[in-house]
Structures are given as structure tokens and as C-alpha cells.
């Protein structure tokens, strides 16, 4: 008999989606709830990640947060809160990257709530240039880095150590721009944010 061969499991890629904003410049509307195709905007988000292979899906949520709970069907996820939601993104990134220690995930592919014009095929793109705990791999589009960006997890202590403000992981990608691998997704995606009113007209 020939001798039985056994391919490597595949790497736990764990989706990380920050849904925590307060939509500020959108008159205070949680942008977890902006109704998309007749349900809150954070589910799309979360299947975005399912089809796109990432799980578990770890969601940030901030603003309203209990009435996020109570209108959108986050079931399967798990689910934390972010107390200083209004701090910015990076506080987020690092309640999330901290839920996810000790769930064995090899990487944690971050993507934001807002962002609806970004489908499972370019996830998936970036989600298989995962190589090791040190990647640090962004979509890109025509070049210019965006969302979502997969980190390894030998990287999560730094990003959570340099996440302040708004900034998220940009002091992260900065220092380590050598180190980063830009997968294309221009073709297949629209990296554009729900940030003001005439932006809502995208969710329509």
C-alpha cells in the first residue's frame, strides 16, 4: 500500500471586522446599522468575511452597541465591546487583536464596517497571501495600500502597542513597508468608506 500522506492543516485566519464607529459626519448614526440591502450594514460585513474563508469572525462593536446586539444577527460571531469606541479606530484594533489570544489563530484579517464595496473575492485574495504568524499582507488598489489588511499573529503585540488614535496600524505598516506584501484588488473591489450623507447613496 502506498504510504499515507498528510497535508498540513490549513491556517486558522481569523476575521476581525471594527464596527465600533459612531458615524460622526453621518449625524451620529452607528455605522454598524445603516440599512443595506434591508438589514443592518454589519451583517454584510460578517458574511463577507464567512465567504471569504476567515473564522472565527471576531466583531468590534462601540456605538449603540447594545442596540447593535438587538437588531443585527451577529450569531456565530463573538462578539466585544470597545468602551472607548470614541477614542478611535486603533482602540478598537486593540480590543479585537486581544479578544482573539489564545484562539490558535495564525493571523487576524481586519476589515472595516463601512467599506460595503469590498465583496469576499478581494478578502479571499488577501486572506491566501497568508504565509506564516509574520505576514503582513494589505489589498491594494492601483497601488495605494487599503483594507483589509491580514496580520500574522508574532505582529499583534506591536500593532496593539502602537494602535492610538485613529491611526490603527498605520505606525505598524510604516515601520515594517519592506516587510508588507500589497495584493492587487482594484479589479474586483471599491475601497470606498460610508463617512458622510452623500455617501449613503452607495448603500442604496
Known amino acids: 500500500m502506498p504510504p499515507t500522506t498528510h497535508s498540513a492543516p490549513s491556517p486558522v485566519i481569523a476575521g476581525l471586522l471594527l464596527a465600533a464607529g459612531g458615524g460622526r459626519r453621518l449625524g451620529g448614526r452607528?455605522?454598524?446599522l445603516l440599512p443595506y440591502r434591508g438589514r443592518p450594514l454589519v451583517e454584510n460585513a460578517v458574511r463577507v468575511l464567512r465567504?471569504?474563508?476567515?473564522?472565527?469572525?471576531?466583531v468590534?462593536?462601540?456605538?449603540?452597541?447594545?442596540?447593535?446586539r438587538?437588531?443585527?444577527?451577529l450569531s456565530g460571531c463573538?462578539?466585544?465591546?470597545?468602551?472607548?469606541?470614541?477614542?478611535g479606530?486603533?482602540?478598537s484594533l486593540r480590543v479585537g487583536l486581544a479578544s482573539l489570544a489564545g484562539t490558535g489563530a495564525g493571523a487576524a484579517l481586519v476589515s472595516l464596517v463601512d467599506q460595503p464595496g469590498i465583496g469576499p473575492a478581494a478578502v479571499a485574495r488577501v486572506r491566501e497571501a497568508y504565509r506564516s504568524p509574520a505576514s503582513l499582507v494589505a489589498a491594494a488598489y492601483g497601488g495605494e495600500r487599503g483594507h483589509p489588511v491580514l496580520f500574522g499573529a508574532d505582529r499583534w503585540a506591536d500593532i496593539a502597542a502602537t494602535a492610538t488614535g485613529d491611526k490603527g496600524a498605520r505606525v505598524h505598516l510604516t515601520d515594517h513597508a519592506d516587510e508588507l506584501t500589497l495584493v492587487e484588488c482594484g479589479d474586483i473591489a471599491?475601497?470606498?468608506d460610508i463617512d458622510t450623507p452623500p455617501d449613503l447613496a452607495r448603500l442604496a
Open 89 to 91: 479606530m486603533g482602540s
Open 51 to 58: 465567504e471569504a474563508g476567515c473564522g472565527p469572525v471576531h
Open 190 to 192: 471599491e475601497a470606498f
Open 70 to 73: 438587538e437588531r443585527a444577527d
Open 30 to 32: 452607528p455605522k454598524a
Open 60 to 68: 468590534v462593536l462601540g456605538a449603540a452597541a447594545a442596540e447593535v
Open 78 to 87: 463573538v462578539v466585544v465591546d470597545n468602551p472607548d469606541w470614541a477614542q
